[in-house]
């Protein structure tokens, strides 16, 4: 059974960094390539970032760009999301994606969904 297990969100102010992680098991991590979503209260899910199943190779839309970092540990099959100069028009629900590597990095089809991280952040 694949498990994709994100952590790490809270309560910050703006302007704070935070980090979350995604754990994952029930797959060959290293072969997936991943993604970070995330969506707001009436708002519609939100692709953030994605990167390649080597790790090298990143993509990130617009609202993240500059701010966000995707990373991976392939030894520890984990997921990482660097979150800097946050805002509150970040407050979401974040959650990972793992999906088939063969796809362009920009693709929105994932395979797989974990639950999410709450972060929320205050003015």
């Known amino acids: 059974q694949v498990q994709l297990i994100a952590s790490g969100g809270g309560l910050v102010q703006a302007g704070d960094s935070l980090r979350l992680s995604c754990a994952t098991a029930g797959l060959t991590f290293r072969d997936y390539r991943m993604g970070w979503f995330r969506r707001a209260p009436g708002r519609p899910e939100e692709f953030l970032a994605a990167i390649r199943a080597s790790g090298v190779g990143t993509f990130y839309t617009g609202s993240v760009w500059g701010r966000f970092t995707i990373s991976r540990d392939n030894a520890h099959n984990t997921l990482y999301l660097q979150m800097d100069n946050l805002n509150p028009k970040d407050t979401a629900d974040y959650y990972c994606?793992?999906?088939?590597?063969?796809?362009?990095?920009?693709?929105?089809?994932?395979?797989?969904w974990g639950q999410g991280t709450q972060v929320t952040v205050s003015s």
């Open positions: 994606a793992a999906g088939q590597s063969n796809r362009t990095i920009t693709s929105t089809a994932f395979d797989y």
